[in-house]
């Protein structure tokens, strides 16, 4: 059985986005949807607290599970880490549709852990963001409608100014939807092949290690 949870953020990608990015997922790697879950739940509940979600992954045996990504499961790196190691023990092959990974129980420890950092590296890019500017949900736009067509012509190698001639419209204002939606780094994973080593090396290579802090100390 193949399972799509989506999981809409007021930082992140909405439910449009993320239905029309599995659903272009699904026709490139052949997939048939055959239950389909909307989670409207606050992205600060805990896992114990969704027991919808946890009815449904737990009802999940041998399947194959498609999210958009990893922070679509959780923004808690620690019902991340229980989430997946149950999903994986239960033999569920998980899809994240950004990054075109696939994982499973025989993964690369070290993809799974990129996929970990990763989301700690937006979380914490998202909190900087938080600072200075009023809370509130990623504004919807005007190429929301054309995102199909969009990602078709980014897919296809077409360049940004090309497509703004094509859809007559501003290219500064498409390319500012194209990076805030990361659209070409999305169309990137998606072109991958499934399980491309390049795909994982991506990932891997996403890692960011601990730096040191210099500490200034005033002379007396």
Known sequence: MVVSYIRADKNFENVIEQLKIIGAYCDREHLVVDKEMIDQTFQNKRIVERDEV??????????????????????????????????????IEIHFVKSGIVIDRQSDTMVVLGLIDQLRQTIQNENKKEIGRPKGSKSSSKFDFFLDQIIIELKQGRNVSDIARLLNVSRSSL??????????????????????????????????????????????
């Open 54 to 91: 946890v009815n449904l992954f737990r009802s999940l045996h041998n399947d194959t599970l498609l999210v958009y990504d990893t922070w679509a499961l959780s923004i808690n790196i620690e019902d991340i880490i229980q989430m997946m190691s149950c999903l994986l023990r239960n033999g």
């Open 175 to 220: 390319k500012d939807y194209v990076e805030s939606r990361a659209l070409k780094e999305l169309v990137r994973g998606m072109t991958l092949t499934r399980n491309n080593e390049d795909a994982e090396a991506m990932i891997i290579g996403t890692i960011k290690c601990p730096s040191l802090q210099a500490t200034i100390k005033e002379s007396v």
